[in-house]
């Protein structure tokens, strides 16, 4: 069966590395799911602004619960940014709000500051961005006119390649930025543009990676409807990016029920959450060690059961 249909009636537990067209939300894209697979139980790690494309990562049923394993992974971006104009969004959605032709800059210009906006530096959230102030996200307040004080935000950028340079009185510039979570290319764009004295916006934007899911193992929503089931991964490679351990009898059946176990039962090299796969490289648990023991963070009793409940 193909189609809006196509996972109506079947239990569903997996991830989904969709290709995010331009024009409809990150909310559009798990609502589209939810019809495709037939599911309420459908979340993605890491918003993607309304005009980006790219990785969106969508869990479904029980894998909902490891996406937060994932937001924090490090992203891959390329994007455009033109020098110039700037815009009260700091992308192309937004209004102009200056406009100061730059027709001396030059790629040797940009390079030089490039290197001021990587390690570990401060960003302030735009004001359309998904992030919370005073309960209420500042895209909503944004929408209402507001303008409120948001508090610089430290983020982690390891790479910005100036991939191409088009001179002119707007000059734009093509980067590949690799960076830690949290980071707004397009407050990258804008700050890029006060650098060498004028200013900018990002023009475009496209999302190549989130930790290890490449846009080349991404499809669009028309594919996902067309072969649904095909395009789940199972749960064990929504975590790929931790180490494992596999198990198997009783320490299995502990871990399904959440054991604490003495570290050296679970002897994951890592200070960090790990994964615990059981027979049939199926996904038992996520886990991690203390001083002097390992206790579950997330347990997935039944998970990847053909009878299970996914919605």
Do not use: N, W
């Not at 700037?86 to 490039?114: K, N, S, Y």
């Not at 088009?166 to 690799?178: D, H, I, K, S």
């Not at 899911?213 to 931790?242: D, G, N, Q, Y």
Request: hydrophobic share 40%.
């Amino acid at each position: 069966m193909t189609g809006e249909a196509a996972g109506q009636g079947g239990a569903t537990d997996g991830l989904v590395v969709v290709d995010k067209p331009a024009g409809c939300t990150s909310h559009d894209v798990v609502a589209r799911l939810r019809r495709i697979y037939g599911l309420r139980r459908v979340g993605h790690a890491g918003t993607l602004d309304p005009d980006a494309t790219g990785v969106l990562l969508v869990g479904l049923g029980r894998a909902t619960r490891l996406l937060r394993f994932l937001t924090e992974t490090g992203k891959v971006y390329r994007g455009e940014v033109a020098f110039g104009v700037a815009t009260d969004t700091l992308d192309a959605a937004g209004a102009e709000t200056a406009r100061q032709p730059m027709p001396a800059l030059t790629a040797d210009d940009l390079d030089a500051v490039v290197p001021r906006f990587l390690g570990t530096i401060s960003q302030v959230p735009p004001m359309v961005s998904a992030i919370k102030v005073e309960g209420r996200r500042l895209h909503e307040r944004a929408r209402a006119g507001e303008v409120v004080e948001r508090a610089p935000r430290t983020v982690h950028i390891d790479r910005i390649d100036v991939e191409a340079f088009t001179p002119g009185e707007f000059p734009r510039a093509q980067l590949l930025v690799e960076c830690g979570s949290g980071t707004y290319i397009r407050s990258l764009a804008a700050d890029l543009g006060e650098a060498v004295g004028g200013c900018a916006h990002l023009a475009c934007l496209r999302r190549l990676r989130v930790g290890p899911f490449a846009v080349e193992e991404a499809r669009t929503l028309e594919e996902i409807a067309e072969s649904p089931a095909k395009l789940v991964l199972p749960m064990v490679e929504a975590v790929r990016h931790l180490p494992r351990i596999d198990v198997d009898g009783e320490t299995a059946r502990g871990v399904t029920h959440g054991a604490v176990f003495p570290v050296t039962a679970l002897d994951a090299d890592t200070t960090g959450p790990f994964a615990v796969v059981g027979p049939d490289d199926r996904l038992l648990a996520l886990y991690q060690k203390g001083r002097a023991a390992a206790r579950p963070l997330v347990v997935l009793p039944g998970a990847g059961d053909s009878t299970g409940g996914g919605g």
